[in-house]
């Protein structure tokens, strides 16, 4: 028989992002918590065998985008476009 799996809650509280970034911000906080949890109540090889499991699925779920939003500069629209040169 199996042992019964203990009780896991979440809460987690978001304030900016769009609706799928703040989905993707709560599928890797509850697959970082988990291989943390593996790690502190369990032993180091389940929590490796865990890890590598969701890194196979997605590599995004341990592992966060560090690409953000460019700022505006002064003398264009945009962070790289420059406003037209003219000479008339």
Do not use: W
């Amino acid at each position: 028989m199996a042992a019964p799996s203990p009780a896991v809650e979440f809460v987690q509280c978001f304030g900016r992002g769009g609706h799928t970034s703040q989905i993707y911000a709560i599928r890797q906080s509850i697959a970082k918590a988990l291989v943390a949890y593996y790690q502190k109540f369990v032993d180091e090889q389940q929590k490796k065998e865990i890890k590598d499991i969701l890194v196979r699925y997605d590599r995004t779920l341990l592992m966060a985008n560090p690409r953000r939003c460019e700022p505006k500069k002064v003398g264009g629209r945009g962070a790289r476009a420059r406003f037209q040169k003219s000479y008339r």
